[in-house]
C-alpha cells in the first residue's frame, strides 16, 4: 500500500526548484541546515572524516548528502517521496558515494544493519516523525559519541507538540496533511538526554541580516557510550 505521506512529499517537491549550481562562493556542493541560502553552519558540526557513513533522513533532492559524499564519506538518504529522489538522481548523476532510499525513516532505521557515524535531517523526517519512537531508533543506530543533529522551523509559541501541516494540491482538492512535532528548544534538550543523547544542545538560529523572517531550530546531541 502506497503511503499517503508519499503523495504529499511528491505534490511538495513540484514546487521545489533544484538547489542552484553555485552558492555565493562558487561552490558546486554545500552543506546548508537552514531555510536561507549561504547562511548558517556547515556539514562541520557533523564532525564526519573521510570513509565515515552518514544518513540523511528526509534527504529531499538530495543536495547535502551529495556534499558529504564529496568529502569522501558514505552518504546515505531517504526520502518517502519518488520525486525528490528522482530530482537527486537528476541534479547529481555523477556524485560517488551517495546511496539514496526511498522509504520511511523509521522503516529504514529499524531494517538497516548499518551502524552511522552521524545522523542529520534538514528540515526533513525529525520534524514529521514521533519523537519517542525517532529518538530511540537513531540512537540504536549510531556509534558511540555519534553525532545526531536536525533542524527545522521554530515552533509558534503556544503551538507544541503533535501539529498539522498543510500541503497544497490541485484547485480542486483538499490539502494533503502530514503531521510534524514542534517543541521549543529546552524541551527538545530534555527530550534528547532522556534517550541517551549527551552534550545536548538546542537554539534558535537567527535569520540573516535585516530579514524580519523567523529563524532556524538547530539542535544537536551526541549517542552516549
Known amino acids: 500500500m502506497t503511503d499517503p505521506r508519499s503523495t504529499a512529499w511528491d505534490t511538495y ?3 521545489k526548484p533544484h538547489r542552484r549550481k553555485t552558492n555565493a562562493e562558487g561552490d558546486t556542493t554545500w552543506f546548508n541546515w537552514t531555510q536561507y ?4 553552519p556547515g556539514a562541520d558540526v ?8 552518514v544518513l540523511d533522513l528526509g534527504c529531499g533532492s ?9 568529502l569522501g564519506t558514505k552518504a546515505v538518504g531517504v526520502d518517502l517521496s519518488a520525486q525528490q529522489l528522482d530530482k537527486s538522481h537528476e541534479r547529481w548523476p555523477g ?5 539514496l532510499h526511498q522509504a520511511d ?4 532505521l529499524e531494517g538497516t544493519v548499518t551502524i552511522f557515524d552521524a545522523i542529520y535531517s534538514v528540515f526533513g523526517a525529525a520534524w514529521f516523525t514521533d519523537p519517542t519512537l525517532l529518538l530511540p531508533n537513531v540512537h540504536a543506530k549510531l556509534k558511540p559519541g555519534g553525532v545526531f543533529a536536525f533542524s527545522q522551523r521554530p515552533p509558534v509559541e503556544g503551538c507544541y507538540g503533535c501539529q498539522a501541516s498543510y500541503i497544497p494540491r490541485g484547485p480542486e482538492e483538499d490539502p494533503a496533511v502530514v503531521k510534524r512535532w514542534d517543541y521549543e528548544p529546552d524541551v527538545w534538550m530534555l527530550t534528547l538526554k532522556e534517550h ?8 534558535v538560529l537567527a535569520p540573516p541580516s535585516g ?9 544537536w546531541g551526541v549517542r552516549g557510550g
Do not use: C, I
Open 105 to 108: 525513516a523509521l522503516t529504514y
Open 13 to 15: 517537491s513540484q514546487s
Open 37 to 40: 541560502p549561504d547562511h548558517g
Open 95 to 99: 556524485v560517488d558515494g551517495m546511496e
Open 196 to 203: 541517551g543523547y549527551v552534550d545536548v544542545s538546542a537554539s
Open 211 to 219: 530579514s524580519r523572517r523567523t529563524g532556524t531550530l538547530f539542535v
Open 62 to 70: 538530495g543536495g547535502n548528502a551529495a556534499h558529504l559524499a564529496t
Open 46 to 53: 557533523l564532525s564526519l572524516n573521510p570513509g565515515d557513513s
